[in-house]
């Protein structure tokens, strides 16, 4: 669930936060479904084995669960940033001054669920940051351009004159 102007660290404003959706992972509900009808008809049928279906299915469940939390998305006052949700360390930043770009991808099913992958271009060449998984990508786009606008416009007013 995303979290809204919380403080995390004392000098560092946390403006927007997230992980990746559940709908991220639809696929591997599907297969989970799959797995637990299979398991429940060769139950009802007196067939063998069923019993590894169903540990089959909680293992898919449970590795949408692992892979939900492993990226964690963190928008600040100053920079966006992508943690390992488990040990927080950054696996990727750039700071908003040098944000060139943000685009959204959305396939079919992501727009029936809502969530979206937002690509964030720095003006480095060949520097991006993706957040797959984004509920309501259009807002978070919205906000990160906007942070981006404000610190590139504070970043040119700061400079002296005739440079």
Request: charged fraction near 25%; proline fraction near 3%; glycine fraction near 6%.
């Amino acid at each position: 669930m995303a979290l809204i102007m919380e403080e995390r660290e004392p000098d560092r404003l946390v403006v927007w936060e997230a992980f990746p959706s559940w709908a991220q992972f639809a696929w591997l509900y599907l297969m989970s479904a799959l797995s637990a009808l299979r398991a429940a008809l060769f139950h009802r049928f007196g067939v063998d084995g069923w019993e590894m279906w169903v540990i089959g299915a909680v293992i898919l469940i449970a590795c949408a669960a692992v892979l939900r939390h492993w990226g964690h998305y963190e928008l600040t006052r100053d920079r966006i940033m992508v943690r390992n949700g488990y040990t927080r360390r950054v696996i990727q930043s750039i700071l908003l001054r040098d944000v060139r770009e943000v685009t959204i991808r959305q396939g079919f099913v992501a727009q029936f669920f809502g969530i979206g992958r937002l690509i964030i271009h720095s003006r480095t060449p060949d520097r991006m940051i993706s957040l797959r998984g984004v509920c309501d990508p259009e807002e978070v786009k919205t906000r990160i351009e906007a942070l981006a606008w404000k610190h590139q416009r504070t970043t040119v007013n700061s400079q002296p004159a005739g440079t």
